[in-house]
């Protein structure tokens, strides 16, 4: 199974290492311009309370007894680059939650922790399908893995983060924020090419040689491209890279003149090289994170050298929690829950994630099974987690245009666009090219 494994990763990354030397030698032309994407109403979606007390009714499906129903979470949490550990922890935060409002319909929410050790997410999935009702919250970088044996089993999986085209095509995964592979979230770059036209036009894009990663970023650079962005350099980084790697990197950026630096890699690995680039005094112009940068473990590791840097999210921002109840809520619970954690917004993810199914099991409830749960998780198309979360369509897999850009200032997360609230361009959402929905 590993060598199966490896020589698929091995494939992918060939395939996206293609692609992503195409894309750095193409045409530097703008491409015209493409209708937006079909997106969602920006707007506040119900209010749910799921958890509360009830009488459970008779039910025979795997993980559900008459005074309890328990879920798995699924994530990277040791291992190699793993790095997941906040969606155990953000769902163990919301079963003490919903457990202590009388849990669901009646019966306790437990909550069974399943780690993949990063690339064995497959024997994570088999292991879940017969012992749990559902998977909840989970994260995992190869998420695409243990699709067909999901697909064979129907246990429906409700997860915090969608990221290979595989997992986005299992017919029971319901995520509260869907992630089209066929199209890309394109408002907060058009943001920043507005604000620094000149930095995207000599853009860099270094990323972490694996599937997942090679793959994310070739789907960043396709999109970028069509709304005007400029790459004069393409750099992929050894998974397991030595620090001669990350000179050569940087070398590369300043050669290259380098003003604008997209990272997908890790967080830690993010950290290393503005670590990297700041001791040469070579830090680009702009350096935008993804959004699971989220993390005060960025701000952590990388210290001065995060100085600037932009963070997309779709999460409401933490320093806002006095608005925002449900994120009040998810903060208390996971400091009484898990001591010493910190709030990310993988967490505040996952916390959804927890909100959405327990709403689909509360209504499901007089015949709690997995079929009778899908359907009723299908059936939302309006949810925001209480305002966790920008606006998505769950049950048809689209989410909307809305987000916030972060950047760091002073060693903290600082809200710079919008003002409040969330940003929703009518443009925020292109349609990619390539199919990338079946690489």
Known sequence: MCTQRAKRARYGVALLSCALVAA??????????RAAEPTVAAKHAPHVEPCGPGTPTPSDEIGVTADAVTVGVVADVTGIRAQF?????????????????????????????????????????????GAVFA???SASAFDGDGADIESDCGIPDVPAVVLEPAHERVPTVVAPLPNPQNQYLVGPQRYLAAEHPAATRSAGMAYLNVGVTALRATREIAATRQIGYRYTSIDPIPALFSSAD?????????????????????????????????AKHAMPEVVDAGTLAYDPAY????????????????????DEAASSPELRRYTD?????????SPTTLGARSWSSGLLFAEAARRASAHLDRSTLLGQLRSVHAWDGNGI???????????????????????????????????????????????????
Not at 333 to 338: C, E, F, N, P
């Open 246 to 278: 990350i000179d050569h990197l940087v070398t590369n950026l300043q050669q290259r003149k380098v003003r604008y630096l997209a990272v997908q890699a890790r967080v830690s690995d993010l950290a290393t090289i503005q670590t990297a680039l700041a």
């Open 389 to 439: 979360q920008v606006p998505a369509d769950p049950g048809a897999g689209l989410t909307s245009s809305c987000f916030a850009y972060l950047r760091v200032t002073g060693g903290e997360f600082r809200r710079v666009y919008p003002a409040r609230g969330f940003a929703c361009p009518s443009d925020g959402w292109l349609h990619l090219r390539r199919d990338f929905r079946h690489l």
């Open 24 to 33: 750095a030698c193409g045409s530097t032309a703008t491409a015209p311009p």
């Open 333 to 341: 619970w996971l400091g009484r829950t898990v001591p010493g954690a």
């Open 85 to 129: 550990l906040p969606a155990w922890e953000a769902m163990q935060a919301f079963a003490a939650f919903c457990n202590s409002e009388g849990g669901i319909a009646g019966r306790r929410l437990d909550v069974r922790l399943f780690d993949t050790n990063v690339f064995s997410h497959r024997i994570a999935i088999t292991n879940s399908c």
């Open 299 to 318: 701000l952590q590791q990388a210290g001065a050298a995060a100085e600037g840097t932009y963070v997309a999210t779709q999460t409401t921002p933490f």
């Open 135 to 137: 998977v909840v919250g």
